[in-house]
T-cell receptor, first 117, second 114 residues
């Protein structure tokens, strides 16, 4: 299994440009997440999905959009990139039956380092 | 909202030393995670626990629910243990089955010198 893969690894965007960060997992996990990590700060949840066709906002969703058309893929779209979106982005996945409130172990992708200038 | 504090922020130690990293949180939780972020940036889940103690190789994680505190210990530390260690908690009563309710600490940057 490849686990969670992300592309690209690095990207430089100009202000106002758009791009899509790709995330794929091959573990048949139902939950997928997008986080951003800023220097000296804890990971912040941007969006998450509990299954194909279902997405929801996390703590910092503004400026981003997601879709989940398949179990495997969870792309993150940046529209009108801004310098405040300069960050490292991590995709993660986990499995949960939803029958209990405890969360399950997360598997992280390698990250995408994005710079907006 | 749960507040997660880790200490120390930075720790440099010599190879072989016993390492302790602490995590405190402000609100009752249903689960606590310890994660390791390698110098290259990749993040790996080390432990998930809701009570007691877990051990994996040279790593031990403990949690005291009453004191709202968890510790991560590394025995016989080695330079390859150099990484950022992150604590994350899921607040008690948070509905939903996944990890969407996690609050992350800022991490402890550990350097083990040969």
């Amino acid at each position: 299994n490849a686990g969670v893969t992300q592309t690209p690894k690095f990207r430089i965007l100009k202000i106002g440009q758009s791009m899509t960060l790709q995330c794929t997992q091959d573990m048949n996990h139902n939950y997928m997440y997008w986080y951003r990590q800023d220097p000296g700060m804890g990971l912040k949840l941007i969006y998450y999905s509990v299954g194909a066709g279902i997405t929801d906002k996390g703590e910092v969703p503004n400026g981003y959009n997601v879709s989940r058309s398949t179990t495997e893929d969870f792309p993150l779209r940046l529209e009108l990139a801004a310098p405040s979106q300069t960050s490292v982005y991590f995709c993660a996945s986990s499995y949960s039956t939803g029958q209990e409130i405890r969360s399950y172990e997360q598997y992280f992708g390698p990250g995408t380092r994005l710079t907006v200038t | 909202k749960n507040e997660v504090e880790q200490s120390p922020q930075n720790l440099t130690a010599q190879e072989g030393e016993f390492i302790t990293i602490n995590c405190s949180y402000s609100v009752g939780i249903s689960a606590l995670h310890w994660l390791q972020q390698h110098p290259g940036g990749g993040i790996v889940s080390l432990f998930m626990l809701s009570s007691g103690k877990k051990k994996h190789g040279r790593l031990i994680a403990t949690i005291n629910i009453q004191e709202k505190h968890s510790s991560l210990h590394i025995t016989a530390s080695h330079p390859r243990d150099s990484a950022v260690y992150i604590c994350a908690v899921r607040s008690e009563g948070y509905s939903g089955g996944g990890a969407d309710g996690l609050t992350f600490g800022k991490g402890t940057h550990l350097i083990i010198q040969p």
